[in-house]
């Protein structure tokens, strides 16, 4: 019998409905899966939709962007039908704006309207109409196929079916203070209700967090949050987007720096600061133990990538520059300083972190501008380090002359 039924479907559909400017869409805004779409369509009698070029099934997705995914109904053999399932990026942030976008071309408009957060986004009660659990949904297309005949323009018949289930996320802040003191360590935290994990994207001033930049963006859920610690040193913008919500519904917070911030002094490298858990970041080398008879400070490697900085912190200071002058050759090598929260926490003593800031050098960075190349007798190079402010907080601070003292040193090779 219900084979029967299909077929007399498919025949009405073939001959009297089928139309390059007819359309029926389902926007259901709940996670595709195929138990879910299969138990909607059979409560409402449209199983036998499944397969039909003229129907278009619109479903959340999982994934970072926009993908089409297969779907079948629940018949073998010949008659096993197929239809594509788009997977709509994101989440639920704006199921409105997504039946909006639907909309736009003529159409009559159904709303599953019991049980959801979202009422009938604002339509007057002339903009739609209501759809009831267990609705015959192929005699809804026939009554509204009679409709489009008499029309001479695309028509679109719309079900938008809306999950009760609202998706929300929150930036949140350890400080109260939307000013703080340069230098302040503020932590933050995206979190949302989502039990399934959502694609976040968070950026400071612009640019992505670390977190971020290999796949673009994080993903959290409801167990798993993100948090991550900032120094503020300048007035600071933290942006959380959630993956194919549009920026509307961004979250946004800006935190600023208490004072003028127009402070330079001279630029301090504490060479042999005692880390709490490296001890020493350079190791002294006296002219008696040096192969060249030249005394110096041998720079240590922390996992074999990193070459340590510790520098008076500088409220006016936002950028420094190391400069490395071969003693004997005059060769010279620059590369910029990176400043690094993450070390700091590390490396740094509780009673120091309103002093001193953690600036690091890459070892690879190094080696590829050659500061680890032999000279040409074969002997290992030394350097004259200077340190130098190359960028202010403000534009008009003058920094010449603050450079930090000449010091000789060698860089700890990796094993």
Excluded at 230 to 250: P, Q, S
Aim: proline share 2%.
């Amino acid at each position: 019998m219900k084979f029967i039924k299909f077929l007399l479907f498919s025949l009405i559909i073939s001959n009297n409905f089928y139309s390059q400017d007819f359309k029926v869409v389902f926007l259901i805004d709940r996670p595709y899966d195929k138990t879910t779409l299969n138990s909607t369509l059979m409560s409402m009698n449209g199983m036998s939709l499944i397969g039909e070029d003229f129907v278009q099934f619109k479903m959340i997705s999982n994934s970072e962007n926009e993908v089409k995914l297969p779907h079948y109904n629940d018949v073998d053999g010949k008659d096993k039908k197929k239809s594509d399932v788009i997977g709509m990026a994101g989440v639920r942030c704006n199921p409105c704006k997504r039946l909006l976008e639907e909309r736009k071309t003529k159409n009559t408009t159904y709303i599953l309207t019991s049980d959801n957060d979202f009422g009938t986004c604002k339509l007057s009660v002339d903009d739609y109409e209501t759809l009831a659990s267990g609705e015959d949904l192929v005699e809804i297309i026939k009554k509204e196929r009679k409709k489009a005949k008499k029309l001479n323009e695309a028509y679109k018949v719309i079900f938008w079916i809306p999950d009760n289930k609202t998706v929300s996320v929150d930036l949140v802040t350890d400080n109260e203070n939307k000013k703080v003191d340069f230098g302040t360590l503020v932590t933050f935290t995206a979190s949302t209700n989502s039990k399934e994990s959502i694609p976040v994207i968070m950026t400071i001033n612009g640019e992505l967090i670390d977190e971020c930049k290999e796949n673009g963006v994080a993903k959290i859920n409801r167990s798993i949050p993100l948090s991550i610690s900032h120094e503020i040193t300048e007035t600071t913008e933290i942006k959380l987007d959630v993956k194919g919500c549009g920026d509307a519904n961004a979250k946004k917070m800006t935190i600023e720096v208490n004072g003028n911030c127009n402070e330079i002094e001279k630029v301090t490298h504490e060479i042999y600061y005692t880390s709490k858990v490296k001890g020493s970041l350079a190791k002294r080398v006296s002219a008696e133990n040096a192969l060249d008879g030249v005394a110096c400070s041998e720079i240590q490697l922390v996992d074999n990538k990193y070459y340590i900085v510790v520098i008076n912190k500088q409220c006016g200071v936002r950028e420094y520059r190391a400069e490395f002058e071969d003693i004997q050759t005059g060769k010279k090598i620059t590369t910029t300083l990176r400043k690094s929260q993450e070390q700091a926490n590390v490396h740094l003593n509780s009673s120091d972190r309103e002093s001193f800031s953690v600036f690091t050098l890459n070892h690879d960075d190094l080696k590829s501008k050659g500061l680890f190349d032999l000279r040409s007798d074969d002997s290992e190079p030394k350097y004259n380090m200077k340190i130098f402010p190359t960028e202010a907080i403000k534009e008009d601070l003058d920094l010449k002359g603050y450079e930090s003292k000449s010091q000789v040193v060698k860089f700890q090779k990796c094993n």
